[in-house]
């Protein structure tokens, strides 16, 4: 990614960028359309050091590949699921998208109504941050595996239950198992919870590396995109967080 672009995504996430006194100046990028069509009324976070891109995965998009049996028979086991009740309500399943060799697994709550109309995760205007966000680190869409800790939508988009969460726990930990993450993000309150057994604020978990496992995956909490769009002066603190598993995807390598 070019660094005219680069810098467009993290203006995006509302992140000041550092800019040596004398360098010479960038040329102005054409206007794009903003992610946010909300001013912010807040002041801006305080500048922090930019990081260098997560180094680019090897391994062949998901969308060029052909999919494996094991993925084949796990998207077929979710989409018969009917371990609780959310599947009747639901128009269906939201099993995932993005590269099933990934270096980095990004994992959020339940599917919202766009997500249940069009089978994916993280569409509509908390998609569009949480694209932003992956671009700011490095990282396009599809180079990353997008999964929720529930594959169904919960009824008028409320909380999933711990017992839904549980019910659907099995098939998360086998996308894990068959990705074999070097990094997960787990996005809000409900992901990073449910992954680590705690009833912690997402404030309290996040600042420090957790793992998740046997394998002990390192885990990295941070605040859900449609937080950010509602509290945009935390985008500073979710800086700091990618950050952290840029970090880790580095000495991963």
């Not at 019910?167 to 787990?186: D, F, G, N, T």
Request: net charge positive.
């Amino acid at each position: 990614m070019d660094e005219q672009r680069r810098h467009y995504y993290l203006d995006a996430l509302g992140v000041t960028r550092w800019q040596l006194r004398d360098a010479p100046q960038p040329a102005v990028a054409p206007a794009q359309p903003a992610l946010d069509p909300e001013p912010h009324r807040e002041a801006p976070p305080p500048p922090l050091p930019r990081a260098e891109p997560a180094p680019q995965a090897v391994a062949t998009p998901a969308s060029s590949q052909a999919e494996k049996p094991d993925w084949r028979a796990l998207r077929e086991q979710v989409r018969n699921c009917r371990r609780c009740g959310l599947r009747e309500g639901c128009t269906q399943t939201v099993f995932g998208v993005g590269d099933t060799q990934a270096r980095l697994l990004v994992i959020g709550e339940a599917p919202g109504a766009d997500e249940d109309r069009q089978g994916e995760p993280f569409v509509g205007r908390a998609g569009q941050l949480l694209n932003a966000m992956l671009l700011a680190m490095g990282f396009q869409r599809e180079e990353v595996f997008i999964a929720n800790i529930v594959k169904c939508r919960p009824p008028n988009n409320r909380d999933p239950r711990a017992e839904e969460a549980l019910s659907c726990e099995p098939y998360l930990m086998r996308q894990i198992e068959l990705i074999q993450p070097r990094v997960i993000l787990a996005v809000g309150r409900i992901a990073a919870q449910n992954l680590l057994k705690s009833d912690l604020a997402v404030g309290k978990m996040r600042g420090r590396v957790h793992s998740l496992g046997e394998a002990r995956i390192p885990l990295v909490v941070t605040y859900h995109p449609a937080y950010l769009l509602r509290t945009p002066e935390h985008k500073g603190r979710a800086w700091q967080d990618l950050q952290m598993a840029l970090s880790q995807l580095r000495e991963s390598v």
